[in-house]
């Protein structure tokens, strides 16, 4: 499904075909690093059908497929790597430079998950959907979380973790838009307090 998306979203910028096949090699096996548990390419697939009722544009598909390019849980700047190498693979399918524009600042805002615009907004809360999962499903993701940030002893994981939990608390409301606020809001809260208490 993945790829079928993939390629149909270049073709509308680019012919080259071989072009879009190394594209696509390229998502295809940084999502299936061996030392990714949640950042895979399930991950992209669960985004698609959060969204699978919204008509989504070239925007937010380019943004689904490349926000996460670029993930090392040793750094702290993969969502600027990821916008940057998004620009350079977008420039080579001659996609216009405005929309160049759009989809590196949406994958650079994926670290704080804040936008006005709706269709931008019910990506990063599609983005976000895990937190407000069922409990079994939500366990799932603490531990593949948790084994991407394996090189940690407990006790600095859960200080750092407890510092993202902390930020989600704090937040009038973790999703911006309406439907995914309706939707996922109070399981997400119960989700993420449990988990903050169990630290």
Not at 132 to 161: I, M
Request: hydrophobic share 35%; charged share 30%.
């Amino acid at each position: 499904m993945l790829e079928n998306r993939f390629r149909t979203l270049c073709q509308i910028f680019s012919k080259d075909t071989e072009l879009i096949s190394l594209l696509w090699q390229e998502i295809r096996v940084a999502y299936s690093n061996p030392m990714r548990y949640y950042h895979t390419l399930k991950h992209l697939e669960d985004i698609y059908k959060e969204l699978h009722s919204f008509r989504v544009n070239p925007l937010i598909e380019f943004a689904i497929f490349y926000h996460d390019i670029i993930y090392d849980a040793t750094r702290d700047d993969n969502e600027k790597q990821s916008s940057l190498l998004a620009k350079e693979r977008l420039e080579e399918l001659n996609v216009p430079s405005t929309l160049i524009e759009e989809v590196s600042q949406l994958i650079i805002e994926t670290k704080t998950h804040k936008d006005s615009f709706e269709m931008n907004a019910l990506f990063l809360d599609a983005d976000l959907s895990i937190l407000g999962s069922s409990q079994k499903r939500y366990k799932e993701y603490l531990q593949n979380v948790r084994k991407e940030y394996a090189f940690y002893d407990d006790s600095t994981y859960f200080c750092g973790r407890k510092k993202v939990l902390e930020m989600f608390l704090d937040k009038e409301k973790i999703y911006g838009s309406k439907y995914f606020y309706d939707k996922y809001e109070e399981r997400a809260r119960e989700n993420i307090l449990m988990e903050y208490n169990w630290l």
